[in-house]
């Protein structure tokens, strides 16, 4: 028993150490703070719950993501569903085949070097624009830099649908970005465009 114990602590001082990203997943995911705090509680309550399914040592912080997106979504659905809502999609609605094939260390199209031009404070502000399943891949991808196969496992979705998924994303960004460029175009006269540093998402938190 005393085993089992010191097991447990041990996993427990592994979840705290992510109690901040986890918190700022949520914040992303609902960009509400109370909602934000809500579901870290509600992720943390649930990993203890279970906390002997994890082992020590296996990557809690991808433990931790999958809870919290786990429980976000399945929430979003239940409140779409009571709300008569249509804009709900699960995460399994695509396999990924259009990208099939592809070499995964390769995948850098257009919309990614596009993004990749502005300011971290630019992108991390009009990500918040973007439906939540876009939201969540772009974090998961570019801001904690978890590779295709650990968002696959967080997910729970194929790597071709991470990969195909990830490039609706960045591509509902940049135009995102193209409109916010409009919109300082119209009102400074086509003075004031200047894209900033590299986007570098992982500082912005």
């Known amino acids: 028993m005393m085993r089992i114990n010191k097991k447990r602590e041990i996993i427990k001082s592994e979840f705290l150490k992510y109690l901040k990203d986890v918190y700022n997943l949520s914040l ?41 997106t786990t429980i976000f979504f399945n929430n979003q659905s239940r409140l779409n569903t009571e709300q008569n809502h249509l804009e709900f999609r699960a995460f399994n609605e695509d396999d990924g085949s259009e990208v099939i094939g592809r070499d995964l260390n390769l995948i850098e199209d257009e919309e990614e070097k596009f993004i990749r031009e502005y300011s971290s404070r630019e992108v991390e502000r009009l990500l918040l624009n973007l439906s939540f399943e876009h939201r969540t891949i772009l974090i998961l991808a570019d801001i904690e830099e978890f590779s295709y196969e650990e968002i696959s496992k967080i997910l729970n979705i194929p790597i071709g ?45």
């Open 28 to 68: 992303y995911l609902t960009r509400n703070v109370e909602d934000a705090k809500d579901l870290t509680q509600d992720t943390f309550a649930r990993a203890l719950e279970y906390i002997d399914s994890y082992t020590p040592n296996t990557n809690a912080k991808a433990y931790l993501f999958r809870i919290a």
């Open 161 to 205: 649908t991470v990969m195909s998924r990830l490039s609706r994303a960045r591509s509902a960004l940049k135009k995102e970005l193209l409109k916010r460029e409009e919109i300082i175009r119209r009102e400074t006269g086509g003075e004031n465009i200047i894209r900033l540093s590299k986007y570098d998402l992982s500082k912005a938190k």
